[in-house]
């Protein structure tokens, strides 16, 4: 089904003064799914003719997830302008039509940065520098979106209440609603319902502490987003909402589901959009919900399954590769095929059998990643999807693996590596950028963003995407050595993607029935109704379709 236009000269428009303002901050404990939930309400209130903007403000003191490890953050996500960010940015863009740029992701470590960086000038005049009011003063420039762009903003805050690193963020949404007005601004706090198993009962007292937590700071929350493995009675719900002063249409309950795609219509049927559309007094008549239905129908009709292997470092944590394993997802939902991903250390293969460890897959997936920790064993992976003609697919780190492979073991260059893993390789076959040789700082000096790229007419990479230039999201430093292009290209290895300078982009081995490799993230433009052309072939080959 192709993609519905909206009409916004027929949708509901706010006046230039009448921003509207959603917080979603949560308790009890992390991860349960705060970014989700904004995500999937952004959603709902495009289904409902509106215009919406996510931003996420994260506690730490890192001025960005860009030098933290994915286990302990998960991936990082990049946007388009170049901003490393958190992986619930991945959520806003997949769930909605938002425009996301550097200014939707800010961190404490970028607001003291900031901060210390004017004080050091001279800029507060002799002013003490103190948290309130300097440092909540920056986070609601941070909160404001320029009237007319959007109808709605949505503000995750990372954390949960009581950690003593978010206590500003709270401050500052306390004194934000006061400073707009309740009816311009909506606070959703998202907390979990444990059931007890030995008492085959639902708490509700974790979420009244959190709830209470809350309202020692001064934040009386309008809705409840209750995390919950089992249904919630109605008298449960009006038990919470008397015991957390919130309306017992403002509790929703947020049920475990299968696919996170299943969200936004069940906070729709949970009565979300009406609850935040009456509350800004806006028409709540109207919520067109035919793409997650859309979704919901592929879902059900997918009559074949398909097994990818994804060979990667950090395959014990799934978050750290989440936009990999969604775009998977969209690409098995074009082809009717139920997914399974098999996980794969690379540090287990050297030496096994491989025959016994990708049986059953279709198709072999080398993601992103950095150091030289699991590299032989995927090198080895490459090998054997090469060899046996099982469809391959590598991205960032996977495409230069690639190249390593091929050099070493169909070239015949012995040795053959990138410089990253081995400064002393006789063929360093990928090395550093140049223009990286000068930086000596790491964090937000990789080359970043979204870049240009000319497609080499025939090949399959030019077949899937179906047309001749595109612009895809980078995250590297190290690139193919240019110096062996002509020794690859004579044995086989097709250059199929150039970038600006020159820059090798995709490989593929041309008779190979699937096995294209790219420098870039095609994870980052996937979208379940949209996916990725690229994501959406290989799928198909691992399938056989």
């Given amino acids: ?134 440092v909540t003063d920056e986070i609601k420039k941070h909160m404001e979106v320029p009237d007319g762009e959007v109808d709605v903003t949505i503000v995750e805050i ?115 959009d ?33 097994a990818i292997a994804l060979v990667g470092k950090y395959v014990d944590l799934k978050d750290a590769y989440k936009s990999v394993y969604e775009a998977l997802e969209h690409g098995a939902l074009a082809n009717g095929c139920r997914l399974r991903i098999v996980r794969i250390d690379p540090d287990t293969l050297p030496g096994s059998d491989m025959d016994a460890i990708f049986a059953g897959c279709g198709g072999i997936l080398i993601p992103g990643g950095f150091g030289n920790r699991g590299i032989e064993g995927k090198l080895a992976a490459i090998a054997y999807g090469r060899r046996t003609r099982i469809p391959f697919f590598g991205i960032c780190l996977g495409m230069q693996l690639a190249t390593v492979e091929f050099a070493r073991n169909v070239v015949g260059l012995a040795g053959a590596n990138s410089t990253e893993f081995d400064p002393q390789t006789p063929y360093p076959v990928v090395s550093l950028m140049e223009e990286q040789k000068s930086f000596t700082a790491k964090g937000g000096t990789m080359r970043l963003g979204s870049y240009d790229c000319s497609l080499a007419a025939g090949t399959k990479l030019q077949k899937s995407y179906g047309c001749s230039k595109i612009s895809e999201r980078h995250r590297h430093r190290y690139e193919f050595n240019g110096a062996y292009g002509k020794q690859l290209e004579e044995n086989g290895m097709v250059f199929s993607g150039i970038g600006v300078g020159g820059l090798v982009e995709a490989v593929e081995i041309a008779d190979h029935p699937w096995f294209i490799a790219v420098q870039y993230h095609p994870e980052f433009q996937s979208k379940p109704l949209r996916p990725h052309p690229l994501f959406r072939d290989f799928i198909a080959a691992a399938a056989k379709i």
């Fill in 1 to 134: 089904m192709a993609a519905k236009s909206v009409d916004w000269s027929a949708s509901f428009r706010l006046g230039e003064s009448e921003m509207r303002y959603i917080f979603i901050s949560g308790g009890v404990v992390s991860s349960l799914g705060k970014g989700l939930t904004a995500a999937c309400i952004g959603a709902l209130l495009e289904a409902s003719g509106l215009r919406v903007s996510l931003k996420k403000f994260d506690p730490y003191l890192n001025v960005d997830p860009g030098t933290m490890s994915p286990f302990q953050h998960g991936e990082v996500y990049v946007l388009a302008d170049g901003a490393e960010t958190d992986l619930d940015l991945g959520h806003y863009e997949r769930f909605t039509n938002a425009k996301l740029d550097a200014s939707c992701s800010l961190s404490s470590g970028k607001i003291y940065e900031s901060i210390i960086r004017r004080e050091r000038r001279g800029d507060y005049l002799g002013e003490t520098v103190q948290v309130i009011p300097h």
């Fill in 158 to 272: 990372g954390g949960t209440v009581g950690d003593i690193e978010g206590m500003p963020y709270m401050e500052a949404i306390r004194q934000f609603i006061l400073e707009h007005g309740k009816g311009n601004v909506l606070h959703g706090h998202v907390a979990l319902l444990p059931f007890l198993r030995v008492a085959d009962e639902i708490k509700t007292k974790p979420a009244q502490q959190s709830v209470a937590l809350l309202r020692g700071m001064g934040i009386q929350p309008d809705m409840l987003f209750c995390r919950t493995e089992k249904p919630i009675t109605v008298d449960l719900r009006k038990k919470l909402g008397l015991f957390c002063n919130v309306a017992a249409d403002g509790v929703i309950e947020e049920l475990d589901v299968q696919s996170i795609y299943e969200v936004p219509a069940m906070l729709h049927r949970g009565g979300v």
């Fill in 274 to 306: 009406r609850f935040i559309l009456n509350h800004f007094s806006m028409d709540s008549s109207s919520c067109d919900l035919w793409e997650w239905e859309e979704i919901a129908r592929r879902a059900s009709a997918r009559s074949r399954d398909v």
